[in-house]
């Protein structure tokens, strides 16, 4: 990709010096085993209070606000604060179903496993081929901890998902029918089946070390086909309010409305993200930085825009990158705009 009026190619670089090293992207947007550890979450002390009293009734903690706001950071952050390892996560579409939710069956695998020589006249074990998905691995934790379950985007599933999570949430079990009908058959009413793996992530201490669920992290236990909550897990769901969900499931949730930061929690969110750069930034580079937060609510009055937007052009400030107007208006357009010229 070249600039109409540069000979040179993307970053003002030679084509002969290809392949060119790409610089550093901001941190949240490095991935891999060496991704660093996520910045303290900035919260507002009114809706802290409201977290903690979503956990005090092990009630669900139904999270709104614009996009961008900060609801899906919301789980890691509690996870790291309660030092409950990974977060759990599944994200919501048009075509999930709660089953995906609780359990993945492979009777492919089982069929291809039967019909090889090697098991030739041999009855598999139907738990072997079981997986629990996330909120069914939430649920069945035996560890006498909760874990922490991300349920993102509800509200881009199917119309009747909320209400078939309430029967989970009240039950805090659920039926798995194929292990049901093997201790029906079998007369063996206790099996065990494995948990959902979720990603490493970086541990909040400063270790720097990755944090697994663990090979260690036992199976889930389960008993004439069903999987018992001990633990009831803490679970965080977000909704961008595309639509609203019925009474039933609204009462069942304890409901954290997250909103725009103002100026001063902006600083406060800045401060986390960027401590160490803006440290050892020059007095220009810090006034400017001044400067985009001040305007960033100037910039939103004609139409929405996400903290990380805020973030992602002070990111190419701090880096040195020159930010000419047009620049700074592709990174931070409003999200309901369609104006092409901000």
Sequence with gaps: MTSTDSPTGLF????????????????????????PKRPAYVIRPEDTDVVNAALQLRRPLLVTGFPGVGKSSLAYAIADDLGLGPVLHWAVNSRSALTEALY??????????????EHSGRRL???????????????????????VLLIDELDKGDIDLPNDL????????????????????????????ALTRPVPYRAPDDSGA?????????????????????????????????????????RRC?????????????????QAQFGQDLSGADEATLAGVEDMINKFGEAGRNGRLATDQLL???????????????????????????????
């Design 210 to 250: 990755l944090a697994h669920a663990g090979p260690d992290s036992p199976p889930a236990a389960v008993i004439d086909g069903w999987v018992y909550c001990q633990e009831f897990p803490i679970v965080v769901i977000t909704s961008n309010g595309e639509r609203d969900f019925p009474p039933a499931f609204l």
């Design 12 to 35: 003002g670089h030679p084509h002969a010096s290809l392949p060119v090293r790409l610089p550093a992207g901001p941190p949240w947007r490095r991935f891999g085993p060496d991704r």
């Design 125 to 147: 074990p139907v738990e072997k081929y079981v997986v629990l998905g996330p909120l069914g691995t939430a649920l069945a934790s035996a560890s006498g901890t909760p874990r």
């Design 166 to 193: 309430l029967t989970v949430f009240e039950d805090g079990a659920f039926e798995i029918p194929e292990l049901s009908r093997q201790a029906a058959e079998t007369g063996d009413l206790e099996a065990e089946v």
């Design 254 to 270: 304890v409901r954290l409305d997250l909103k725009d930061p103002e100026p001063e929690h902006l600083k406060e969110v800045v």
């Design 312 to 342: 992602s052009a002070i990111h190419l400030r701090l880096n040195a990158v020159q930010l000419d107007p047009h620049v700074l208006n592709a990174v931070l357009r409003p999200l309901d705009s369609t104006d092409p010229t901000p």
């Design 104 to 117: 993945r069956y492979d009777a492919v695998a089982r069929l291809r496993d039967a019909t090889a020589p």
